[in-house]
Protein backbone atom coordinates (compact mmCIF):
# COMPACT_ATOMS: atom_id res chain seq x y z
CA UNK A 1 0.00 0.00 0.00
CA UNK A 2 1.02 3.44 -0.48
CA UNK A 3 1.33 5.74 2.03
CA UNK A 4 -0.40 9.18 2.11
CA UNK A 5 1.51 12.36 0.56
CA UNK A 6 2.21 14.47 3.50
CA UNK A 7 3.12 17.81 2.29
CA UNK A 8 4.68 19.12 5.67
CA UNK A 9 7.00 16.40 5.54
CA UNK A 10 7.84 16.87 1.76
CA UNK A 11 8.62 20.58 2.63
CA UNK A 12 11.26 19.63 4.98
CA UNK A 13 13.14 17.23 3.11
CA UNK A 14 12.83 19.83 0.26
CA UNK A 15 14.32 22.35 2.55
CA UNK A 16 16.94 19.80 3.57
CA UNK A 17 18.28 18.52 0.55
CA UNK A 18 18.36 22.50 -1.04
CA UNK A 19 21.94 22.67 -0.73
CA UNK A 20 22.43 18.91 -1.91
CA UNK A 21 19.99 19.03 -5.12
CA UNK A 22 19.29 21.58 -7.75
CA UNK A 23 16.11 19.41 -8.79
CA UNK A 24 13.21 18.08 -7.06
CA UNK A 25 11.04 16.22 -9.10
CA UNK A 26 7.43 15.01 -7.81
CA UNK A 27 5.77 12.12 -9.45
CA UNK A 28 1.90 12.37 -9.77
CA UNK A 29 -0.97 10.51 -10.59
CA UNK A 30 -1.34 10.15 -14.22
CA UNK A 31 -5.19 10.48 -14.40
CA UNK A 32 -5.72 14.08 -14.79
CA UNK A 33 -9.12 13.52 -12.28
CA UNK A 34 -7.20 12.14 -9.65
CA UNK A 35 -4.67 14.78 -8.72
CA UNK A 36 -5.35 18.21 -10.67
CA UNK A 37 -8.95 18.59 -9.72
CA UNK A 38 -8.99 17.10 -6.63
CA UNK A 39 -8.69 18.77 -3.22
CA UNK A 40 -5.34 17.11 -2.46
CA UNK A 41 -3.76 18.32 -5.60
CA UNK A 42 -4.68 21.60 -5.02
CA UNK A 43 -3.32 21.74 -1.60
CA UNK A 44 0.47 20.14 -2.73
CA UNK A 45 -0.04 22.17 -5.40
CA UNK A 46 -0.25 25.54 -3.29
CA UNK A 47 1.83 24.87 -0.79
CA UNK A 48 4.74 24.25 -2.98
CA UNK A 49 4.49 26.87 -5.27
CA UNK A 50 4.17 29.25 -1.94
CA UNK A 51 7.83 28.34 -0.84
CA UNK A 52 9.86 27.08 -3.81
CA UNK A 53 9.31 27.92 -7.89
CA UNK A 54 7.54 25.13 -9.35
CA UNK A 55 6.93 24.51 -12.55
CA UNK A 56 4.38 21.63 -13.90
CA UNK A 57 5.75 19.28 -16.96
CA UNK A 58 2.97 17.32 -18.53
CA UNK A 59 4.17 14.36 -20.51
CA UNK A 60 2.77 13.48 -23.50
CA UNK A 61 2.81 10.19 -25.62
CA UNK A 62 3.94 11.30 -28.89
CA UNK A 63 3.91 7.79 -30.36
CA UNK A 64 -0.17 7.70 -29.80
CA UNK A 65 -0.93 11.63 -30.65
CA UNK A 66 -0.66 10.79 -34.32
CA UNK A 67 -3.99 10.65 -34.50
CA UNK A 68 -5.43 14.34 -34.86
CA UNK A 69 -8.47 13.61 -32.63
CA UNK A 70 -6.39 12.56 -29.80
CA UNK A 71 -3.71 15.08 -30.01
CA UNK A 72 -5.99 17.71 -29.70
CA UNK A 73 -7.52 15.61 -26.65
CA UNK A 74 -4.11 16.03 -25.08
CA UNK A 75 -3.72 19.89 -25.60
CA UNK A 76 -7.08 20.24 -24.34
CA UNK A 77 -5.48 18.16 -20.99
CA UNK A 78 -3.06 20.87 -20.90
CA UNK A 79 -4.77 23.91 -21.41
CA UNK A 80 -6.85 22.97 -18.45
CA UNK A 81 -4.01 21.89 -16.12
CA UNK A 82 -2.23 25.09 -16.98
CA UNK A 83 -5.28 28.00 -16.33
CA UNK A 84 -5.80 25.21 -12.85
CA UNK A 85 -2.62 25.41 -11.43
CA UNK A 86 -1.81 28.60 -12.78
CA UNK A 87 1.91 27.88 -12.78
CA UNK A 88 4.41 27.88 -15.52
CA UNK A 89 4.02 25.08 -17.99
CA UNK A 90 5.84 22.81 -20.21
CA UNK A 91 4.72 20.19 -22.43
CA UNK A 92 7.23 17.10 -22.97
CA UNK A 93 6.35 14.96 -25.54
CA UNK A 94 8.00 11.41 -24.78
CA UNK A 95 9.12 8.35 -27.03
CA UNK A 96 10.56 10.40 -29.48
CA UNK A 97 12.82 7.23 -30.50
CA UNK A 98 9.86 6.29 -31.80
CA UNK A 99 8.28 9.09 -33.61
CA UNK A 100 10.03 12.27 -34.08
CA UNK A 101 7.34 14.81 -32.05
CA UNK A 102 8.08 17.44 -35.15
CA UNK A 103 4.49 16.87 -36.90
CA UNK A 104 2.98 18.01 -33.44
CA UNK A 105 4.81 21.11 -32.99
CA UNK A 106 4.05 22.06 -37.05
CA UNK A 107 -0.05 21.15 -35.94
CA UNK A 108 0.79 23.74 -33.22
CA UNK A 109 2.21 26.41 -35.39
CA UNK A 110 0.92 25.85 -38.68
CA UNK A 111 -3.58 25.74 -38.81
CA UNK A 112 -3.89 24.61 -42.15
CA UNK A 113 -1.51 21.89 -41.91
CA UNK A 114 -3.62 20.22 -38.73
CA UNK A 115 -6.71 20.96 -40.92
CA UNK A 116 -5.22 18.91 -43.94
CA UNK A 117 -4.61 16.22 -41.48
CA UNK A 118 -8.31 16.65 -39.63
CA UNK A 119 -10.12 16.06 -42.90
CA UNK A 120 -8.75 12.39 -43.46
CA UNK A 121 -10.92 12.36 -39.85
CA UNK A 122 -14.42 11.08 -40.87
CA UNK A 123 -16.05 10.92 -37.14
CA UNK A 124 -18.58 13.39 -35.68
CA UNK A 125 -15.34 14.64 -33.60
CA UNK A 126 -13.81 15.96 -36.30
CA UNK A 127 -15.64 19.62 -36.66
CA UNK A 128 -15.27 19.98 -32.92
CA UNK A 129 -12.30 19.64 -33.21
CA UNK A 130 -11.67 22.04 -36.04
CA UNK A 131 -13.06 24.58 -34.03
CA UNK A 132 -11.15 23.85 -30.48
CA UNK A 133 -8.08 23.98 -32.67
CA UNK A 134 -8.88 28.06 -33.51
CA UNK A 135 -9.81 28.43 -29.86
CA UNK A 136 -6.14 26.96 -28.63
CA UNK A 137 -4.30 28.79 -31.16
CA UNK A 138 -3.48 31.46 -28.30
CA UNK A 139 -2.81 29.16 -25.92
CA UNK A 140 -0.17 27.67 -28.06
CA UNK A 141 2.14 31.00 -28.33
CA UNK A 142 3.10 31.19 -25.14
CA UNK A 143 3.32 27.14 -24.82
CA UNK A 144 6.79 25.65 -23.91
CA UNK A 145 7.56 22.03 -25.96
CA UNK A 146 10.26 19.82 -25.97
CA UNK A 147 10.64 16.22 -26.82
CA UNK A 148 12.47 13.82 -24.92
CA UNK A 149 13.07 10.05 -25.07
CA UNK A 150 13.39 8.63 -21.93
CA UNK A 151 15.48 5.68 -23.10
CA UNK A 152 17.87 7.30 -25.37
CA UNK A 153 17.53 10.72 -23.40
CA UNK A 154 17.62 12.36 -26.13
CA UNK A 155 16.48 16.48 -25.40
CA UNK A 156 16.86 16.40 -21.78
CA UNK A 157 19.08 19.45 -22.32
CA UNK A 158 16.27 21.45 -24.00
CA UNK A 159 14.45 20.19 -20.94
CA UNK A 160 16.54 21.81 -18.57
CA UNK A 161 16.98 24.94 -20.67
CA UNK A 162 13.39 25.05 -20.69
CA UNK A 163 12.49 24.35 -16.70
CA UNK A 164 15.33 27.59 -16.10
CA UNK A 165 13.19 29.97 -18.71
CA UNK A 166 10.15 28.45 -16.31
CA UNK A 167 11.88 29.21 -12.95
CA UNK A 168 12.75 33.27 -14.42
CA UNK A 169 9.06 33.27 -15.33
CA UNK A 170 8.25 32.12 -11.74
CA UNK A 171 10.10 34.22 -10.01
CA UNK A 172 8.54 37.55 -12.18
CA UNK A 173 5.15 36.79 -12.35
CA UNK A 174 4.22 34.27 -9.94
CA UNK A 175 6.39 34.64 -6.73
CA UNK A 176 4.73 38.21 -6.11
CA UNK A 177 1.60 37.03 -6.99
CA UNK A 178 1.86 34.37 -4.16
CA UNK A 179 3.33 36.70 -1.61
CA UNK A 180 0.35 39.01 -2.53
CA UNK A 181 -1.82 36.55 -1.49
CA UNK A 182 -0.01 35.56 2.01
CA UNK A 183 -0.14 39.33 2.89
CA UNK A 184 -3.43 39.54 1.70
CA UNK A 185 -4.24 36.21 3.99
CA UNK A 186 -2.52 37.75 7.06
CA UNK A 187 -4.37 40.76 6.87
CA UNK A 188 -7.63 39.07 6.64
CA UNK A 189 -6.78 36.35 9.89
CA UNK A 190 -5.08 39.70 12.14
CA UNK A 191 -8.33 41.44 11.18
CA UNK A 192 -10.84 38.76 12.30
CA UNK A 193 -8.99 38.35 15.35
CA UNK A 194 -9.42 42.00 16.14
CA UNK A 195 -13.06 41.89 15.33
CA UNK A 196 -13.54 39.02 17.66
CA UNK A 197 -11.39 40.62 20.50
CA UNK A 198 -13.50 43.91 20.28
CA UNK A 199 -16.49 41.50 20.69
CA UNK A 200 -15.09 39.88 23.51
CA UNK A 201 -14.29 43.03 25.41
CA UNK A 202 -18.50 44.21 24.28
CA UNK A 203 -19.45 41.13 25.81
CA UNK A 204 -17.85 41.89 29.25
CA UNK A 205 -18.47 45.16 29.55
CA UNK A 206 -16.25 47.88 31.50
CA UNK A 207 -14.48 46.45 34.68
CA UNK A 208 -12.05 48.73 36.38
CA UNK A 209 -8.98 46.91 37.77
CA UNK A 210 -7.87 50.34 39.70
CA UNK A 211 -10.17 52.35 41.42
CA UNK A 212 -8.18 55.54 40.53
CA UNK A 213 -8.65 54.72 36.71
CA UNK A 214 -12.03 56.08 36.02
CA UNK A 215 -10.74 59.69 37.73
CA UNK A 216 -7.66 59.87 35.22
CA UNK A 217 -10.22 58.73 32.35
CA UNK A 218 -7.41 56.11 30.97
CA UNK A 219 -9.19 53.00 29.64
CA UNK A 220 -6.83 49.76 29.74
CA UNK A 221 -7.86 46.37 28.23
CA UNK A 222 -9.75 44.38 29.66
CA UNK A 223 -9.26 40.88 29.80
CA UNK A 224 -10.57 37.59 31.04
CA UNK A 225 -7.87 36.67 33.66
CA UNK A 226 -8.53 40.52 34.68
CA UNK A 227 -12.46 40.30 34.95
CA UNK A 228 -11.86 37.08 37.33
CA UNK A 229 -9.84 38.52 39.49
CA UNK A 230 -11.74 41.61 40.19
CA UNK A 231 -14.86 39.70 40.29
CA UNK A 232 -13.53 37.32 42.63
CA UNK A 233 -12.39 40.20 44.86
CA UNK A 234 -15.22 42.04 44.75
CA UNK A 235 -17.16 38.27 45.88
CA UNK A 236 -15.33 38.11 48.83
CA UNK A 237 -15.39 41.42 49.88
CA UNK A 238 -19.26 40.71 50.03
CA UNK A 239 -19.37 37.75 51.97
CA UNK A 240 -16.36 39.67 54.80
CA UNK A 241 -18.84 42.24 55.39
CA UNK A 242 -22.08 39.79 55.49
CA UNK A 243 -20.10 37.63 57.53
CA UNK A 244 -18.49 40.29 59.82
CA UNK A 245 -20.65 39.28 63.33
CA UNK A 246 -18.08 40.61 65.79
CA UNK A 247 -20.62 42.96 67.22
CA UNK A 248 -23.48 40.25 67.37
CA UNK A 249 -24.04 39.43 71.36
CA UNK A 250 -23.65 35.58 70.43
CA UNK A 251 -25.35 34.58 73.95
CA UNK A 252 -28.04 36.95 73.40
CA UNK A 253 -28.44 35.37 70.75
CA UNK A 254 -28.47 31.74 71.59
CA UNK A 255 -30.86 32.64 74.40
CA UNK A 256 -33.50 34.01 72.39
CA UNK A 257 -33.70 31.18 70.65
CA UNK A 258 -34.20 28.49 73.96
CA UNK A 259 -38.11 27.42 74.34
CA UNK A 260 -40.12 28.97 77.21
CA UNK A 261 -41.16 25.51 78.69
CA UNK A 262 -37.58 23.98 78.86
CA UNK A 263 -36.26 27.68 81.27
CA UNK A 264 -39.56 26.48 83.56
CA UNK A 265 -38.54 23.08 83.86
CA UNK A 266 -34.86 24.30 84.46
CA UNK A 267 -36.23 26.90 87.14
CA UNK A 268 -38.20 24.46 89.15
CA UNK A 269 -35.86 21.61 89.07
CA UNK A 270 -33.36 24.37 90.58
CA UNK A 271 -35.90 24.91 93.10
CA UNK A 272 -36.73 21.48 94.08
CA UNK A 273 -33.15 20.40 94.34
CA UNK A 274 -32.83 23.62 97.04
CA UNK A 275 -35.53 22.62 98.38
CA UNK A 276 -34.54 19.21 99.07
CA UNK A 277 -31.02 19.97 100.29
CA UNK A 278 -32.19 22.51 103.11
CA UNK A 279 -34.26 19.70 104.50
Known amino acids: TRS ?10 IEKSQNMSQYVLIDTPGQI ?3 TWSASGTIITEALASSFPTIVIYVMDTSRSTNPVTFMSNMLYACSILYKTKLPFIVVMNKT ?6 FAVEWMQDFETFQDALNQETTYVSNLTRSMSLVLDEFYNSLRVVGVSAVLGTGLEELFVQVSSAVEEYEREYRPEYERLKKTLAHTQSQQQKEQLDRLRKDMGPVALDPGAAADNS ?3 VTPSDLILTRGTADEEEEDEDSDTDDI ?6 ESHEEPAFKNFM ?4 SWYK ?3 NE
Open 4 to 13: PFQPTLVMKF
Open 33 to 35: EVF
Open 97 to 102: DIIDHS
Open 219 to 221: ASA
Open 249 to 254: DHKVTE
Open 267 to 270: HESV
Open 275 to 277: NKS
